[in-house]
């Protein structure tokens, strides 16, 4: 339930030697930073506005376009054929994956993409891990700091699984879908192929091929005519 193979297609990322043992996938999470120290040679081989901003430590590969106004601070590698878009927010240690798109005003931190993930609309990807076509709906945040202290934790069932980390919000497993304004809180994993309905507020692990339905009741009133 936990590990790289039970979430992901290790063969649609570049980057498949951070997933090194068997462990939960969200070690790979403070591995990211030294992986890239060790890998990352800076290049830009994309088309990048004059307008946007991109640190020295950045590796754009061909095909990729970089829209007005967008910010990649690196250290980063981001894939062939991506779009990043206005004003998209890209801060230090994300990997992104080919074929990706990160949109308007959305913001990524120590972060792993797989290709072809969708990431297009005020989102927040933070110290998380995103499948092989994992979609992300407009306003989907994966919160990944808990207010309270301590580490977060993972909630399977009646068991707390502490994973080490002060800082971790979600693995998303393949072609799974979040709907507008979802909520993940910390220590968030959807399984393959599952589906969160907008506006849900989710904790914990959410299996294979399931839905997760938000049915917030609604009030219609007759409106008084003299207002």
């Given at each position: 339930?936990?590990?790289a ?22 070690e ?8 890239l ?49 206005h ?16 949109g ?13 993930c ?30 309270l ?16 980390l002060?800082k ?11 709907g507008?304004?979802s ?45």
């Amino acid at each position: 339930m936990f590990t790289a193979a039970d979430l992901f297609d290790l063969s649609q990322t570049e980057h498949a030697a951070l997933f090194d043992g068997d462990g939960p996938a969200w070690e790979v999470l403070p591995r990211i930073k030294d992986y890239l120290a060790a890998n990352l040679q800076a290049a830009n081989h994309a088309t990048v506005s004059p307008k946007a901003t991109i640190g020295e430590n950045v590796f754009l590969a061909e095909g990729t376009v970089v829209e007005p106004g967008a910010t990649i601070i690196g250290p980063a590698i981001i894939g062939a054929n991506c779009q990043i878009r206005h004003n998209a927010y890209i801060r230090e240690n994300v990997i992104i994956g080919d074929n990706c798109v990160i949109g308007n005003s959305c913001e990524l931190k120590n972060a792993l993409l797989f290709n072809d993930c969708q990431v297009p609309h005020f989102n927040y990807v933070g110290d998380s891990i995103l499948g092989h076509h994992a979609h992300l709906g407009a306003g989907v945040v994966l919160s990944n700091f808990k207010s309270l202290p301590g580490n977060v934790a993972v909630q399977h069932g009646d068991e707390k699984i502490d994973t080490g980390l002060r800082k971790f919000g979600a693995l998303i497993g393949d072609h799974a879908e979040l709907g507008c304004n979802s909520v993940l809180n910390p220590g968030s994993i959807i399984g393959r192929r599952s589906v969160v309905y907008p506006n849900a507020n989710w904790r914990g692990v959410l299996a294979a091929d399931r839905i997760v339905k938000h049915r917030g009741e609604m009030e219609i009133v007759e409106r008084d005519a003299s207002r």
